[in-house]
């Protein structure tokens, strides 16, 4: 039996194969569909955490009780996770435990292109690199087998162009015979007291090496011998464009990517005139070659900065006169003479985001800004993002802010955060700004979804990963129970009530909270989002001002004309009758009906 | 036998991932190797989309490289031009004619090139529109663009069209299924 899989869907496949009982994960683009997808197995207990470290302590909990345990990422979601990380390192496992890192080379939906291969050196764990959809799903099941073989976590590292392509996967049976969960106590090995740690970490050490001479004997690291010319060392997406533009090279695959199997390279650099590594990203695998002795080139000619691509690496071996490689131009552009209108990502019509912003606009506030779909704040027209670093961090960032600045300019600040994102580590942002009096205002965007990763429950949301009905945290108490004195509930689509609630917050000498109270428009739960009627412009009385185009709502078409002024229009399938433009209207153009 | 390169170009929430799982599920049907590849995460949120198609007998790269696409559709004539630098010289380009305004022209920010279909062919030699948006309304279902696309390049593609007819039944639900396998016909008549 073969299927199309992504190398996402593949490695949710693996994870029922190995006889996983526990997955764990926060959405994280391009790491988001594996849990959704693990949901079909209805044997895998699957759950949405509020942020990574918690997904990887539970993770750790199944796994110490002797489940297999998968937990999954997005590179920057490691940051979160790495203090557990580190520490499960000395500890090991009990059932197998493997955590999915995906990173996001070129930063397609990141905010940096960090190299997640340094954690696995950095925590002195295995990582594995699956290179398509067959060994996502292969190099899953391994991992496991790994981890219980040598009392470790195992990494398994994505990128973008991994997680997102699909690719033929034959299917297997899951594994039968994996023990019984049940509680083992042992205190010396799990319980990290210096003293315990004191002797886990030579243990660590030993593994690794143990890893490195293993790693030269297993299959995943295989030498493939062609021309003697040229050697190239490759893992992941980059052997495919290797294999594509350098057919008669030699390579070393490596599929464990850390430790590296420094018999095996030296076997291969051996047997070839010239070695090359060709690696995305940092120059992870050549550096430590490098430091055994061996020579080897890579970003000499190699970018570190953003994706590879077939052609980037043709015109790179091309330029260093590698035989059999020519060089391609990038065409881009040059067929099309005149530049093109851009077409990015913008937020949906009727998206309750978009009426904040404009007030904030308004009132010429000073955003601290958070991930999500409401980053898009940041682009014209609406423009009012000033920063925006990770998850959480627009509540710290504000409170720095007005420990500096000016009294008169500290009314400006406003941290801007969403629902998904204050409970994933914005609480303890929000505790810090009560207990140390900073007087920011903070807004939390309450769409009762995590949406930019595509609609995903969160603790806020009443539902679990898997659609059971739960418990729904009540943000508004709960920033009371923080010490907030002053917290308002306002609606996003009432543009007077939003700019009034912000300006009164903003010129209050103390923290303050508004909810912002609409649900994203994308929520298809009945009864969450509901479409109202369709808004039309009366021609006759439109007059030209172009007052509603400053909420950037895609239903809305500026008409030029020649020789005088144009008109708005408002397109009658995309608009969702949320109001917002109606309001911007002096001159009453914008209404209902006809 | 050579890799054959497809390029699908569009609109986020257009159907361009569905039509590129049609594709790579007929090439599998057919007994061929295949891999598609999009970027996804910001594409509902109406932003350009691209994806790529790859069949052959052994393929290893997921991506298409510029200057060697074998075939372009575009739903969209605007993405069609964004994108025809990926064709090989001598590569065919199949568009849909019906334009949608990208967030920057709706605005007012940006025009939306007026001689957009003259520069296409300019571009491309061996470039079609074709009215997309009106075959799928005729087949019952506007969103249906997708599959009238599949359907104007069944001829050219190296998979058999009783394949992809197979395959578009099995993935569509109950009802839709007519209006898909109606629309990859008005598609391939087009």
Redesign the interface.
């Given at each position: 039996m073969?299927e199309?899989l992504s190398g996402n869907e593949a490695i949710a496949r693996g994870a029922f194969e190995a006889g996983v009982k526990v997955a764990t994960a926060y959405p994280g683009?391009?790491s988001t569909e594996i849990l959704e997808n693990i949901t079909r197995y209805k044997e895998i207990d699957s759950s949405w955490a509020p942020n990574e470290k918690v997904a990887l302590e539970v993770g750790i909990g199944a796994s110490f009780g002797g489940a297999r345990a998968l937990v999954t990422m997005k590179h920057v979601g490691v940051n979160v996770a790495a203090d557990p990380l580190f520490t499960l390192s000395y500890t090991g496992v009990g059932g197998g435990l493997v955590l999915v890192t995906a990173d996001d080379p070129e930063m397609?939906?990141s905010q940096n292109e960090q190299d997640n291969r340094n954690y696995a050196k950095f925590a002195k764990v295995p990582m594995l690199e699956p290179a398509?959809s067959r060994e996502c799903k292969e190099f899953t099941r391994l991992a496991f087998e790994l981890s219980e073989r040598f009392d470790t976590p195992v990494l398994l590292r994505t990128t973008?162009?991994i997680s997102?392509?699909?690719?033929?996967v034959p299917l297997n049976d899951p594994v039968a015979g994996l023990p019984a969960p049940k509680l083992v106590r042992n205190a010396a090995k799990l319980v990290m007291l210096p003293g315990n740690a004191r002797v886990r970490h030579p243990l660590v050490e030993e593994r690794i090496s143990k890893l490195s001479a293993y790693g030269a004997t297993m299959d995943i690291n295989r030498m493939e011998l062609r021309g003697s010319e040229v050697g190239i060392i490759t893992s992941g997406?980059a052997y495919?464009?290797v294999?594509?533009v350098l057919p008669e090279a030699s390579t070393l695959k490596l599929g464990m990517v850390h430790p590296l199997p420094f018999d095996l390279i030296r076997e291969f650099a051996a047997r070839v005139q010239t070695l090359y590594v060709v690696e995305e990203l940092d120059p992870f695998i050549e550096e430590q070659v490098r430091a055994a002795g061996i020579e080897a080139i890579g970003k000499e000619i190699l970018p570190i900065c953003g994706e590879l691509?077939?052609?980037i690496i043709r015109n790179a071996f091309a330029k260093a006169s590698v035989v059999g490689a020519n060089l391609?131009?990038?065409?881009?552009?040059?067929?099309?003479?005149?530049p093109?209108?851009?077409?990015?990502?913008?937020?949906?019509p009727g998206c309750p985001h978009r009426g904040v912003f404009f007030a904030l606009n308004q009132l010429k506030a000073y955003v601290t800004g958070d991930i999500g779909?409401y980053t898009?704040g940041f682009m014209?027209?609406l423009s009012a993002m000033d920063t925006c670093i990770c998850m959480g961090a627009s509540i710290g960032n504000a409170t720095g802010v007005v420990k500096v600045v000016a009294a008169e300019e500290r009314k400006q600040v406003v941290a801007v955060i969403g629902d998904s994102t204050f409970l994933h580590t914005g609480v303890a942002g929000l505790m810090d700004m009560v207990w140390n009096n900073a007087p920011a205002t903070v807004v939390i965007l309450d769409n009762r979804i995590t949406a930019m990763?595509?609609r995903q429950e969160n603790p806020a949301s009443g539902f679990t990963l898997t659609d059971q009905p739960a418990y729904r945290v009540d943000i508004p108490e709960l920033c009371r129970v923080l010490g907030v004195r002053n917290v308002r509930t306002v609606d996003p689509y009432d543009l007077e009530a939003t700019r009034k609630a912000l300006e009164e917050e903003m010129n209050r000498p103390e923290p303050s909270v508004i909810v912002t109270d609409r649900p994203c428009v994308?929520v298809k739960r009945e009864g969450v989002f509901e479409k109202g009627p369709v808004l039309t412009v009366f021609a006759e009385k439109c007059s030209g001002c172009?007052a509603c185009?400053k909420i950037?709502c895609?239903a809305?078409?500026?008409e030029?004309a020649e020789g005088r002024k144009?008109k708005a229009v408002i397109d009658m399938l995309l608009c969702t009758g949320c109001d917002v433009c109606r309001q911007l209207c002096k001159a009453g153009a914008i209404g209902r009906g006809k | 036998m050579k890799v054959f390169n497809i390029v699908i170009a569009g609109v986020g929430g257009q159907g361009v991932l569905l039509a590129s799982r049609v594709l790579a599920e007929s090439a599998l049907a057919c007994g061929m190797d295949v891999k598609q590849n999009e970027v996804h995460g910001m594409a509902q949120r109406g932003g350009s989309v691209i994806s790529f198609v790859r069949i052959g007998e052994r393929v290893y790269s997921p991506v298409v490289m510029p200057g060697s696409a074998d075939i372009l559709i575009s739903f969209e004539p605007l993405e069609a031009l964004r994108y025809v630098h990926y064709l090989k010289p001598g590569g065919k380009l199949v568009y849909n004619r019906a334009t949608i305004n990208p967030s920057t022209v709706a605005s007012g920010m940006a025009t939306y090139p007026p001689d957009v279909e003259e520069r296409i062919g300019r571009a491309c030699r061996d470039a079609h529109g074709i009215d997309a948006l009106a075959i799928a309304k005729e087949a019952g279902n506007a969103k249906a663009v997708n599959m009238v696309m599949v359907g104007s390049v069944m001829k050219n593609l190296p998979i058999d069209a009783k394949v992809v007819e197979g395959v578009v039944r099995e993935i569509s639900r109950d009802k839709g299924a007519e209006v898909n396998l109606r629309a990859l016909k008005g598609g391939a008549a087009a």
């Amino acid at each position: 039996m073969k299927e199309i899989l992504s190398g996402n869907e593949a490695i949710a496949r693996g994870a029922f194969e190995a006889g996983v009982k526990v997955a764990t994960a926060y959405p994280g683009t391009p790491s988001t569909e594996i849990l959704e997808n693990i949901t079909r197995y209805k044997e895998i207990d699957s759950s949405w955490a509020p942020n990574e470290k918690v997904a990887l302590e539970v993770g750790i909990g199944a796994s110490f009780g002797g489940a297999r345990a998968l937990v999954t990422m997005k590179h920057v979601g490691v940051n979160v996770a790495a203090d557990p990380l580190f520490t499960l390192s000395y500890t090991g496992v009990g059932g197998g435990l493997v955590l999915v890192t995906a990173d996001d080379p070129e930063m397609h939906s990141s905010q940096n292109e960090q190299d997640n291969r340094n954690y696995a050196k950095f925590a002195k764990v295995p990582m594995l690199e699956p290179a398509d959809s067959r060994e996502c799903k292969e190099f899953t099941r391994l991992a496991f087998e790994l981890s219980e073989r040598f009392d470790t976590p195992v990494l398994l590292r994505t990128t973008t162009r991994i997680s997102h392509s699909k690719s033929i996967v034959p299917l297997n049976d899951p594994v039968a015979g994996l023990p019984a969960p049940k509680l083992v106590r042992n205190a010396a090995k799990l319980v990290m007291l210096p003293g315990n740690a004191r002797v886990r970490h030579p243990l660590v050490e030993e593994r690794i090496s143990k890893l490195s001479a293993y790693g030269a004997t297993m299959d995943i690291n295989r030498m493939e011998l062609r021309g003697s010319e040229v050697g190239i060392i490759t893992s992941g997406v980059a052997y495919q464009y290797v294999r594509e533009v350098l057919p008669e090279a030699s390579t070393l695959k490596l599929g464990m990517v850390h430790p590296l199997p420094f018999d095996l390279i030296r076997e291969f650099a051996a047997r070839v005139q010239t070695l090359y590594v060709v690696e995305e990203l940092d120059p992870f695998i050549e550096e430590q070659v490098r430091a055994a002795g061996i020579e080897a080139i890579g970003k000499e000619i190699l970018p570190i900065c953003g994706e590879l691509t077939p052609g980037i690496i043709r015109n790179a071996f091309a330029k260093a006169s590698v035989v059999g490689a020519n060089l391609v131009f990038a065409q881009e552009g040059q067929s099309q003479g005149l530049p093109l209108p851009s077409r990015p990502p913008s937020m949906c019509p009727g998206c309750p985001h978009r009426g904040v912003f404009f007030a904030l606009n308004q009132l010429k506030a000073y955003v601290t800004g958070d991930i999500g779909c409401y980053t898009l704040g940041f682009m014209p027209p609406l423009s009012a993002m000033d920063t925006c670093i990770c998850m959480g961090a627009s509540i710290g960032n504000a409170t720095g802010v007005v420990k500096v600045v000016a009294a008169e300019e500290r009314k400006q600040v406003v941290a801007v955060i969403g629902d998904s994102t204050f409970l994933h580590t914005g609480v303890a942002g929000l505790m810090d700004m009560v207990w140390n009096n900073a007087p920011a205002t903070v807004v939390i965007l309450d769409n009762r979804i995590t949406a930019m990763t595509g609609r995903q429950e969160n603790p806020a949301s009443g539902f679990t990963l898997t659609d059971q009905p739960a418990y729904r945290v009540d943000i508004p108490e709960l920033c009371r129970v923080l010490g907030v004195r002053n917290v308002r509930t306002v609606d996003p689509y009432d543009l007077e009530a939003t700019r009034k609630a912000l300006e009164e917050e903003m010129n209050r000498p103390e923290p303050s909270v508004i909810v912002t109270d609409r649900p994203c428009v994308l929520v298809k739960r009945e009864g969450v989002f509901e479409k109202g009627p369709v808004l039309t412009v009366f021609a006759e009385k439109c007059s030209g001002c172009r007052a509603c185009l400053k909420i950037g709502c895609p239903a809305i078409v500026w008409e030029p004309a020649e020789g005088r002024k144009g008109k708005a229009v408002i397109d009658m399938l995309l608009c969702t009758g949320c109001d917002v433009c109606r309001q911007l209207c002096k001159a009453g153009a914008i209404g209902r009906g006809k | 036998m050579k890799v054959f390169n497809i390029v699908i170009a569009g609109v986020g929430g257009q159907g361009v991932l569905l039509a590129s799982r049609v594709l790579a599920e007929s090439a599998l049907a057919c007994g061929m190797d295949v891999k598609q590849n999009e970027v996804h995460g910001m594409a509902q949120r109406g932003g350009s989309v691209i994806s790529f198609v790859r069949i052959g007998e052994r393929v290893y790269s997921p991506v298409v490289m510029p200057g060697s696409a074998d075939i372009l559709i575009s739903f969209e004539p605007l993405e069609a031009l964004r994108y025809v630098h990926y064709l090989k010289p001598g590569g065919k380009l199949v568009y849909n004619r019906a334009t949608i305004n990208p967030s920057t022209v709706a605005s007012g920010m940006a025009t939306y090139p007026p001689d957009v279909e003259e520069r296409i062919g300019r571009a491309c030699r061996d470039a079609h529109g074709i009215d997309a948006l009106a075959i799928a309304k005729e087949a019952g279902n506007a969103k249906a663009v997708n599959m009238v696309m599949v359907g104007s390049v069944m001829k050219n593609l190296p998979i058999d069209a009783k394949v992809v007819e197979g395959v578009v039944r099995e993935i569509s639900r109950d009802k839709g299924a007519e209006v898909n396998l109606r629309a990859l016909k008005g598609g391939a008549a087009a």
